[in-house]
């Protein structure tokens, strides 16, 4: 749905040990007076740990805990980087996405995939009437443009995913995926729709795009019908809810597959939809809208997934952890863990029975907290809770093999509560914590390896470990507890040696509204400011020291032979 509904955080300072590890100051501790430096920390010279060099400054003796083993020979798993996507809705407008401190806040976040143009409006969006400025047909005079999402997407470097209303047909979505993808010599017709507008070739639409200033296309290979069809309000029939949202004609899986009526009244579905959008670029997949209990929405699920068979080219859910008030901050650091493999059990059993086990590819296209915002009186999404929280979510989703995923959303617009779905500030584009969660996962690889750890279960403590492209091996670790944890932290399979660094996003409290990133509590629109801390040259283990509720990302890269 998520319409629009329109911390100061004192980092625990992180101190070299052994290693690669790290301490913590006392919470609240201040960083503006000089800190000691190592040797005076920790006194007279120790005995150097394997792998440090004769001109390392000597560190105190390793840190004794439980161990976190990383083990670079098990077996790899892709790391799908379109799980760092976000949404843009058109209701930002022109002017908000070409501000230059979003754009540059939104390169820095390193996002692979901009899903627009945005939850329930898409289904209310027409495309053409907007790009044309025709107060008539495009319902906000003030929205984004497709033009205005090419430009951000060129800007940014990001790939585009695309919802086209179900409210139109499937010729008008094909004339979209022209206007994206489309070359400007292509003779090709698109067709008269069943309301009897020609469509005419694609090289119009491909035209009309370089006269509003983009002459060689930008193509968009990911697609949804509509959004959150199932949820569609009372008057679009017997099947939908008292409460219903979405401004749609039914809400009825099969008659979103297949369509309804015949004739005049014919109203088109997903299949129709599919058929003539990838008449236009056959390399575009497109997604069908799904629910992440199959049997729930009257059965909405299973039989989309049913009906659409083979012809389903992902299976696109939103998840939010709350459709209520939280009891509590706390309550909501369990549910990541408690959710995602219970969600893609079900999927795949309805895959198994209905699909004749055919497993599409999952997109969870939007997800954050709390469902609506009224409902977050706590402003949870606005704090350091909702930081870890969605790191939690990132590395579910990975480890449960889902496909693509878009956090709601890059920016929204304060709610009269003072809550915000948004990573971004509207208004002031000032970053809300849970930015750094995906600003850290991005920098986390392109693998998934396996991790295990003695670590006991109170320790509050999520794991993810993973391996770059250049060797590097990653360590992602979600402290979700109030004190700190302190481990070794093991490489098996290799020797090393290794430098190694940290990243670390931490706060003091969970209910907190602004953090520090490696210890700067406002960091420059590139990060520049906030490098990596460095930890030291390492072998096959080193201790390390967790922060109290942080996101640490530790990298051990391999050093070229002297």
């Known amino acids: 749905m998520r319409c629009l509904h329109f911390p100061l955080l004192i980092f625990s300072v992180a101190l070299l040990l052994a290693g690669c590890s790290r301490s913590s100051l006392p919470a609240g501790a201040s960083t503006a007076e000089p800190q000691p430096t190592v040797a005076q920390t920790q006194g007279a010279i120790r005995t150097m740990p394997a792998g440090l060099s004769p001109t390392t400054t000597p560190p105190a003796p390793a840190i004794s805990g439980p161990t976190i083993t990383l083990e670079a020979n098990g077996p790899p798993r892709p790391f799908d980087r379109r799980l760092l996507g976000t949404n843009v809705p058109a209701w930002l407008g022109p002017t908000k996405l070409t501000n230059q401190r979003l754009l540059d806040r939104t390169i820095a976040l390193g996002t692979p995939l901009l899903r627009m143009p ?7 969006y027409d495309w053409l009437a907007c790009e044309n400025g025709d107060p008539k047909g495009c319902y906000w005079p003030t929205a984004a443009r497709p033009t205005d999402f090419l430009n951000l997407l060129r800007a940014t470097g990001s790939a585009g995913m695309w919802t086209v209303s179900f409210n139109g047909t499937a010729q008008e979505a094909a004339a979209l995926v022209a206007f994206f993808n489309g070359a400007v010599d292509d003779a090709r017709p698109i067709g ?254 392109d693998e998934l390896l396996p991790v295990s750890a003695s670590v006991p279960a109170a320790a509050k403590l999520s794991l993810y470990a993973g391996r770059t492209a250049d060797g590097t091996l990653t360590l992602l670790a979600i402290n979700k507890g109030h004190q700190p944890l302190s481990a070794t932290v093991r490489m098996a399979g290799v020797v090393g040696p290794f430098s190694a660094t940290a990243d670390i996003l931490s706060a003091n409290a969970l209910t907190d509204t602004s953090v520090r990133f490696n210890t700067v509590a406002n960091p420059a629109d590139d990060l520049a400011d906030a490098p990596a801390q460095v930890l030291g040259t390492v072998t096959g283990s080193c201790a390390y020291t967790f922060s109290p509720y942080s996101i640490t990302l530790l990298k051990f890269t391999p050093q070229a032979p002297t």
């Open 192 to 445: 008269v729709d069943l309301r009897g507008r020609d469509w005419q070739t694609v090289g119009d639409w491909a035209r009309l795009r370089a006269e509003h200033g983009n002459p060689k296309p930008l193509p968009i290979r990911l697609w949804e019908i509509g959004n959150e069809v199932y949820g569609g309000k009372a008057s679009a029939g017997a099947e939908c809810a008292a409460w219903g949202w979405e401004d749609v004609w039914t809400c009825d899986g099969t008659a979103y597959v297949q369509g309804q009526g015949s004739g005049a009244d014919r109203r088109e579905g997903y299949l129709d939809f599919r058929t003539a959008m990838r008449a236009v670029d056959p390399t575009i997949l497109v997604g069908a809208v799904g629910v992440d209990t199959p049997q729930d929405w009257s059965n909405w699920g299973n039989k989309v997934i049913g009906l659409a068979g083979a012809d389903l080219d992902f299976y696109s859910v939103h998840r939010y952890a709350y459709s209520k008030t939280p009891a509590s901050a706390e309550a909501v650091l369990n549910q990541p863990e408690r959710t995602w493999a219970n969600v893609m059990t079900d999927l795949n059993d309805a895959f198994d029975r209905y699909a004749a086990g055919r497993r599409a590819p999952v997109a969870v296209t939007e997800y954050n907290l709390v469902a609506i915002q009224e409902l977050d009186t706590n402003q949870l999404m606005r704090r350091a809770v909702n930081a870890l929280f969605v790191a939690d979510t990132i590395g579910q989703l990975a480890e449960q093999g889902v496909m693509i995923a878009n956090q709601w959303n890059l920016a929204n617009g304060r709610n009269n509560n003072g809550t915000d779905y948004g990573m971004l500030d509207a208004e002031s584009v000032e970053r809300n914590p849970q930015y750094y969660a995906l600003a850290l996962w991005g920098r986390f690889g």
């Open 118 to 124: 945005g939850g329930s409006w898409s289904n209310a």
